[in-house]
């Protein structure tokens, strides 16, 4: 409670610093003030190091992996989802799966692959293996800041679905991708099957899409049978945080369950049967709350989590140089899926550029970072990790109005 106290007392300070002076957008807007303040702190350090040691215990008291992961992940994508245009999604379905399948193993290998180069020319020897495994965790685009910063932002609405879309959907199958080749650097190479991984994959990815109907049909149910809002906001709420806790004991993607269950509860067919008008209002009104507490609460913890990082030169150098490769790596994923439905459904131009920079990393890159064991190379991974989530939020978050703006100069009419 401590602990919470002191981050709920931060976030609104820091929120009102920058609404004051800075007037950034919301998140990254806390996040900038965040970093600021822990910068501060580290300089103030260098004098007397007993409020830096205050910072380093409070951050390293909380578990950044399971409040993100365990916590505030399956609430956050609930109410990403719940407001999604499942008309507009459905038709948009087949290059949204493309993207959040076909785009996030490419890139994974890309990434991995420009990783390792890189590393050995900076005379830096690591494992293949732990260079996918940083591919896994930074080539899914963070639902979490994607969202916040695209309600901002002038993207055109048939592009805003298949960016929102993928990245509902590609976080899990990031997830599924960085737990499996977890196993595969843990067991070894030679000890994990095809097999393996397949039924890995099955059970991770169609478990959490068959729980997620099942939690949105029981849901839709539910809330048929009564007309009272209060309760049924309370079994929102349950559906989110005991579908989650069940599909985490039944080995199944939480992430995506929460995803497919926030879509059909949010969907206006269901929305209609189920709610009364007022009923609507208030679980909206709630899942807005949710929705904008946990994130700000989550950009001032990334924020904060630079007092316990290991700075390293080196390892700030393979961050700073890494950031080009994942943008490299980011738009030549997209390709392969754009070019192949681009003739059957109709693109706004610029698409793969808008969604390379549009598409932004966030808190669950750090959080499965962290996740690392200590006989991983965690500091060299969570380093560079963090300094590409960092740019990705603060410079292609801030700029990526600005590029939508004067790319449409450059097409009238168009993007």
Not at 348 to 355: D, F, H, K, S, V
Not at 364 to 371: E, H, M, P
Request: charged fraction near 15%.
């Amino acid at each position: 409670m401590h602990i919470a106290t002191i981050l709920v007392v931060l976030t609104a300070g820091f929120g009102w610093i920058n609404a004051r002076f800075f007037k950034l957008p919301f998140t990254i807007g806390l996040m900038v003030v965040s970093m600021v303040f822990s910068g501060l702190v580290m300089a103030v350090g260098a004098i007397d190091l007993s409020l830096l040691r205050y910072e380093q215990q409070l951050v390293s008291a909380i578990d950044f992996h399971e409040v993100l992961m365990d916590g505030m992940l399956s609430m956050l994508l609930f109410a990403g989802a719940l407001h999604v245009d499942f008309g507009k999604l459905k038709h948009n379905a087949l290059p949204i799966l493309a993207f959040a399948t076909v785009g996030v193993l490419t890139s994974t290998v890309i990434v991995a692959t420009l990783f390792y180069a890189l590393l050995q020319w900076l005379g830096q020897d690591l494992d293949y293996i732990y260079c996918l495994l940083f591919g896994a965790l930074i080539s899914p685009t963070d639902p979490i800041a994607s969202l916040g910063i695209l309600k901002k932002v002038g993207v055109p609405k048939r592009l805003e679905i298949k960016i929102v879309g993928e990245s509902l959907f590609n976080d899990g199958i990031g997830v599924v991708v960085f737990l499996t080749l977890v196993q595969v650097a843990q067991l070894g190479v030679g000890e994990v099957t095809a097999a393996t991984i397949g039924g890995l994959v099955l059970e991770e990815v169609g478990g959490g899409v068959l729980l997620g109907v099942a939690l949105g049909w029981g849901g839709y149910r539910l809330l048929l049978a009564i007309d009272d809002y209060e309760v049924e906001i309370m079994i929102t709420l349950a559906l989110v945080l005991g579908g989650y806790a069940l599909a985490s004991a039944l080995h199944f993607s939480g992430p995506l369950a929460m995803v497919v269950a926030g879509l059909l509860i949010g969907n206006d067919h269901f929305r209609q049967e189920s709610m009364s008008e007022q009923t609507q209002r208030y679980v909206d009104a709630f899942w807005e709350i949710v929705d904008v507490l946990l994130n700000a609460l989550l950009f001032v913890l990334i924020g904060l989590e630079i007092v316990v990082l290991q700075f390293e030169g080196s390892y700030l150098v393979a961050g700073l140089l890494t950031i080009p490769l994942v943008l490299l790596a980011r738009i030549l994923s997209l390709g392969l899926p754009i070019a192949f439905f681009r003739r059957r459904l109709e693109f706004e131009p610029n698409t793969g550029l808008i969604m390379t920079w549009g598409g932004l990393r966030g808190g669950i890159s750090i959080a499965l970072a962290l996740s690392l064991t200590g006989d991983m190379p965690r500091d060299l991974i969570l380093g560079v990790t963090y300094a590409v989530v960092a740019f990705s939020i603060v410079v292609q978050g801030l700029t990526i109005e600005p590029l939508i703006e004067r790319l449409r100069g450059r097409n009238p009419g168009g993007t």
